[in-house]
């Protein structure tokens, strides 16, 4: 399945809607790994710390 292009901000909202579509698409390239570094993925054998410091990781990403 080919991966789906984020669409680019719509030039025609107000201001204020521009500027919060432009965050939105920001966060979802990065957690997609289209901008920044891309997150990768845990192996079968990861340990509960393994998993944990992935989840801070993808919450430090989001904040």
């Known amino acids: 399945m ?3 292009a ?3 901000v719509p ?3 107000s ?3 521009r500027n919060f579509d432009a965050s939105v698409k ?3 390239e990065l957690l ?3 901008r920044g570094t891309r997150i ?3 192996g079968e054998s990861a340990s509960l710390s393994d998993v944990i410091s992935k989840i801070n990781e993808i919450i430090r990403v989001m904040q």
Do not use: Q, Y
Request: a positive charge.
């Open 40 to 42: 990768n993925t845990l």
């Open 11 to 13: 030039a025609d909202g």
């Open 15 to 17: 201001p204020s809607r």
């Open 6 to 8: 984020i669409p680019a």
């Open 26 to 28: 920001e966060t979802l």
């Open 32 to 34: 997609t790994g289209v």
């Open 2 to 4: 080919a991966k789906r």
